[in-house]
């Protein structure tokens, strides 16, 4: 089955600095790729998702690219904020009716 | 429109005893999908329900079981409890495909 792993596990950047997360997926028939933030306290929320056919995707400060050769794909936040501290979490599916497989998740912490 | 809704928000069981979660999807949502977070492992996929049939697994024990009713809730079970149980247990909703996941807050399971 597909495994995802997703670094770093903790990050701590300054108010305003871009932060960088990085994931790495096993099966190569994958191909929708969502990003989610967890709160404290709260369930996950997609923030941004891409398809195997789009290379990079923007919403504002946040990005994801894709690079399917490598089977890596990242999510960029530009100009941090501090609420933007929470859990990502990176993830991986066939698509379609196929399961959503999820990393280990990365704690970000913007230090105002 | 109302959220994903997980009933309990606590519960402590003791060893040996079983537990029912429950869950109610956004309304529309047909795909329910159940998710055990824990500190070390992350998002584990435990099944997904699509109008009221398993469509997807995950490597969990027979003790884990769900279902789903016909107006979309689901009810996840787990039988036999160990310490090892406790745990987040996530509850995501989805319109068919089993994409762009809407999580509820959890429930969260201690088991003495």
């Known amino acids: 089955g597909e495994n995802v792993e997703q670094h770093p596990s903790t990050l701590s950047v300054q108010e305003g600095d871009s932060a960088v997360i990085k994931c790495t997926y096993s099966?190569?028939?994958?191909?929708?790729f969502p990003w989610y933030k967890q709160e404290l306290g709260k369930g996950p929320q997609l923030i941004i998702d891409?398809?195997?056919?789009?290379g990079e995707k923007k919403d504002q400060r946040i990005a994801v690219t894709l690079n399917k050769t490598a089977k890596h794909f990242s999510l960029h936040i530009t100009e941090t904020q501090p609420e933007d501290s929470a859990v990502y979490f990176c993830?991986?599916?066939?698509?379609?009716?196929?399961?959503?497989?999820f990393g280990t998740g990365t704690k970000l912490q913007v230090i105002p | 429109k109302a959220g994903v809704t997980q009933t309990p928000r606590y519960l402590i069981k003791t060893r040996g005893q079983q537990v029912t979660l429950s869950c109610s999807p956004i309304?529309?949502?047909?795909?329910v999908s159940w998710y055990q977070q824990t500190p070390g492992q992350g998002l584990q996929f435990l099944f997904e329900?699509?109008?009221?049939?398993?469509?997807n697994k995950g490597n969990f024990p027979g003790r884990f079981s769900g279902r789903q009713f016909s107006n979309s809730r689901s009810e996840m079970n787990v039988s036999t409890l160990e310490l090892g149980d406790s745990a987040l247990y996530l509850c995501?909703?989805?319109?068919?495909?089993?994409?762009?996941?809407?999580f509820g807050s959890g429930t969260q399971l201690s088991v003495l």
């Open positions: 993830a991986a599916s066939g698509g379609g009716y196929q399961k959503v497989t």
């Open positions: 995501a909703s989805s319109a068919s495909t089993g994409e762009k996941l809407f």
């Open positions: 329900y699509f109008s009221e049939t398993q469509r």
């Open positions: 099966d190569s028939a994958s191909n929708y």
């Open positions: 891409i398809r195997s056919n789009v």
């Open positions: 309304s529309g949502h047909r795909s």
